[in-house]
């Protein structure tokens, strides 16, 4: 294996330096804003925004410091940052892979959902302090149906959870490898309206993120002629004809 090298130095900087990603194609929702505020505001700032002083441009961080120029109200302030020096070229390639899950690894049901028992059972749990739904802990976990007590949450939300639970087990156990991650894959759509257009036409529940392929497939057959694609998916996702 080739050496890896440390290729950032810490600076502190002046916020006026740094410049937004005009391109950054990452977004991100009003929950997921919230939870990320709440996480900053209890926690701070644990890791530095990735800068590329060459350009001056943010790489990765625009989220964080978003919030953070919001808790200052005004004015310019020091900042560390972790300073790269790279070409336009590559600094476009970091905005991406730096952001990419796919390349982070992903959280093993079982050892999580041992982890989340552990800390529950020690008072050391708290959801919010992970930036975590209920719903998202279900999804990505294997903790016991009675793991929310019914005062923590509502009786909709339990079921939801049990839903995504059921939904997780049936797609494991219908994929030979167990242990292998790779078989599922994720829609991108243009907007939040055009995903639930989508989901209405083919009469699939629009609470629902998780389906067997056989369903989906099932589906589409079945009401693929109210369905333009063209009106749903992002212009960029539609290969140019030459």
Do not use: C
């Amino acid at each position: 294996m080739k050496e890896i090298r440390e290729a950032y130095e810490m600076m502190r900087i002046q916020r006026s330096k740094i410049t937004a990603a005009s391109y950054n194609p990452r977004a991100i929702s009003d929950e997921a804003r919230k939870r990320l505020k709440h996480q900053l505001e209890t926690k701070g700032l644990v890791m530095p925004l990735v800068w590329n002083k060459r350009t001056g441009t943010l790489i990765s961080g625009h989220q964080r410091l978003a919030l953070m120029d919001s808790s200052k109200k005004g004015g310019d302030y020091d900042i560390n940052v972790a300073a790269i020096d790279v070409s336009p070229k590559e600094e476009r390639e970091l905005n991406v892979a730096l952001n990419n899950q796919s390349a982070m690894g992903e959280f093993d049901p079982e050892l999580l959902g041992k982890l989340l028992e552990e800390m529950k059972s020690d008072g050391s749990l708290s959801i919010g302090e992970m930036a975590f739904t209920e719903s998202d802990l279900a999804a990505i976990s294997d903790i016991p149906d009675d793991f929310f007590e019914e005062n923590e949450t509502s009786e909709k939300m339990i079921s939801d959870i049990q839903g995504m639970k059921d939904r997780r087990k049936k797609a494991r156990e219908g994929n030979e490898e167990k242990d292998d991650a790779n078989f599922y894959i994720g829609i991108v759509f243009s907007d939040a309206k055009s995903l639930d257009v989508f989901m209405n036409k083919l009469h699939l529940p629009k609470n629902e993120r998780y389906f067997l392929a056989r369903k989906f497939f099932g589906a589409y057959d079945a009401h693929r002629g109210t369905v333009d694609l063209d009106t749903l998916v992002p212009p960029r996702a539609t290969a140019k004809k030459k």
